[in-house]
């Protein structure tokens, strides 16, 4: 991102969802591209934010989907971090709407939201050890499973 | 006072209790009766969904998703159907997408007569008015079963339509039903909507202002309740939602009052829709599925090209989304739900400070969450 990301920003913005415009923020710069977002573009909404593990990059990327309530074409804009040093500024500022949004993608993906109020695992209890939608998470065999480790 | 120090206590409501409608626990922190704060704790129904979905064939995850919102599978079911359609680029037929809206409008006032009943049991009238709203919801799920074979996981849908047409008992046991549909709203108004102890524990009571609901993410009729007339079927329309009269209820002070009133307007605006699509139907063109997706072997075998989807449905709940990544297999690279009922409690806490903990299972109750769903 440039020192003015809203002119690109607005060159960016999508048709449809289908269409979305591979529009990538660098991770130092996301609070301010949120920012001319929600201001300069209206879209007061933070409706979905996930994660894709893109084990073949050995990258996370998290996806903003951001909607306008008074109407117009939605915006997906999203971020690339390390898969080993996962770390992403949290927009709970400015959206508080991704405070759960976000802790599930910490708790799932272990994506670090610096600046998050509370982040904790939300669905997961805390000792639990690892995250299981990153791809290579074990999907048997682990510890968890019924048995295993067990008298 | 003078000589009482005043404690603050901590209280977990839930996991296991009445009012969590499923195993949903807050800690909160109170002062005397009045909550200083809360904090929602998730999980026990956790079961790792979308990593289900994601070693499962695309159409495996079909009735997967009614276990999400296993009042409203039929949305559910919509809002999966409608991303790997996006994602794969089949096409539905005119008659699929009425039958679709169809099942989606029923879902809605069954999940609204019943979702307000649990709301008054929470406040104390135990399972009186629930009653009512159970009643209509037995006969729509009559219409389900004799639709899809099941009354609550339906499976109905399938890519390209629904899996068979409505069955020539339908429509004549749908347009009894629909006779009945209006004396059961002013019933259920009447009873509820002007009673006195409802109006006093429910006005002024978790108030979500307009001026912060759209920060919080909140959609449906949390965030209607709260005077933004922002709906899915209106702002992306999807299926037939385009060509349907409809009116959009809002709220004005976004109390659980508003949000409770919203539910009852929405109820008759999905009558209304219902009225249409039944005028339309017989006129419809093309079949119940899509004849290139009718055999099951295609369904099973699908294998969207690579890229991505995001489809949303005004799901009775609010904004139910579906994210898909294809990496051209038959097993989604990526599978996401956006969840209404878990989004919308990102401002209970607030929500709830300075109410009563009474007060609490009511703000609770009006939200409308599921847990299937919050937890995935």
Redesign the interface.
């Known amino acids: 991102m440039s020192d003015q990301p809203g002119e690109r920003l607005i060159a960016a913005s999508p048709a449809a ?2 269409d ?1 415009t591979r529009l990538e923020a660098h991770g130092d710069h996301l609070p301010a591209v949120a920012r001319v977002v929600r201001d300069q573009l209206g879209y ?5 934010l ?1 994660a ?2 893109d084990l073949a990059r050995g990258e996370i990327e998290v ?1 903003y ?1 951001v ?1 306008s ?1 008074a ?1 117009g074409a ?1 915006l ?1 804009f999203r971020a690339r971090t390390p898969r080993d040093a996962a770390r992403l500024p949290s927009l709970v500022a400015c ?7 976000e802790r599930e993608a910490y708790d ?1 993906f272990g994506v670090v939201f610096d600046g998050h109020p509370d982040l904790r ?5 805390d000792d639990f050890i690892g995250h ?2 990153r791809r290579d998470f074990p ?1 048997q065999g682990d510890k968890y499973i019924a048995g295993a480790g067990e008298e | 006072m003078s000589a009482h120090e005043s404690h603050l206590l901590q209280v977990n409501i839930g996991p296991q209790h009445p009012s969590t409608h499923g195993v949903f626990r807050m800690e909160v922190t109170l002062d005397g009766e009045t909550v200083v704060a809360l904090r929602p704790v ?2 026990y129904l ?1 079961r ?1 969904h ?2 289900l979905a994601e ?1 499962s064939s695309y159409i495996q995850t079909m009735p997967y998703t009614d276990r999400l919102d296993y009042f409203n599978s039929m949305t559910s079911n919509y809002g999966y159907a409608l991303a790997v359609e ?1 994602l794969a680029g089949i096409d539905v037929p005119q008659r699929a997408n009425y039958i679709r809206a169809l099942m989606s409008e029923l879902t809605r006032i069954l999940n609204h007569a019943t979702a307000i009943g649990f709301m008054i049991n929470d406040m104390g009238a135990w399972h009186t008015a629930l009653q009512f709203g159970m009643r209509e919801r037995e006969k729509i799920l009559d219409l389900f079963e004799m639709a899809s074979g099941a009354r609550m996981m339906c499976n109905y849908f399938r890519f390209g339509g629904v899996v068979r047409d409505l069955p020539p008992e339908f429509l004549p046991y749908f347009d009894q039903l629909m006779r009945g549909l209006p004396a059961f709203f002013d019933e259920f108004e009447r009873l509820l909507r002007d009673n006195e102890i409802i109006v006093a524990r429910s006005s002024g009571i978790g108030i979500l202002p307009r001026e ?1 609901a ?6 449906g009729p949390v965030l209607r309740g709260s005077g ?1 007339p ?1 709906d899915i079927r209106r ?2 329309p999807y299926g037939i939602y385009g060509e349907l009269a409809f009116d959009i209820p809002v709220g004005s002070v976004g109390d659980v009052y508003d949000r409770t009133l919203v539910r009852f307007a929405e109820m008759r605006q999905s009558y209304r829709m219902l009225q249409q699509i039944r005028e339309r139907l017989p006129d419809t063109i093309g079949g119940h599925i899509n004849p290139a997706m009718a055999n099951f072997g295609k369904q099973k075998a699908l294998r969207p090209p690579a890229g991505e ?4 449905v005004e799901s009775p709940k609010g ?1 139910l ?1 579906f ?1 898909l ?1 294809s990496d051209g297999s038959t097993r989604p ?2 599978y ?1 739900v ?1 969840a209404p009922s ?2 919308n ?3 209970l806490g607030a929500m709830c400070r300075g109410h009563l903990l009474a007060d609490v299972v009511v703000i609770l109750g009006s939200i409308d969450i599921v847990m299937g769903e919050v ?2």
């Open positions: 969802w289908r979305a007061d909404m933070l409706t979905n996930t894709v593990d996806i989907h909607v309530l109407g939605p997906a959206w508080p709407g991704a405070e759960l949004q799932l695992r939300i669905y997961l209890w299981p939608m999907r | 998730f999980g956790h790792n979308e990593q070693a996006r912060v759209a920060g919080y993410s909140v959609t933004i922002y702002a992306e989807a995001y489809a949303r904004e989304g994210y990544v690279y990526r996401k956006r878990f989004i409690l990102t401002p937890d995935r």
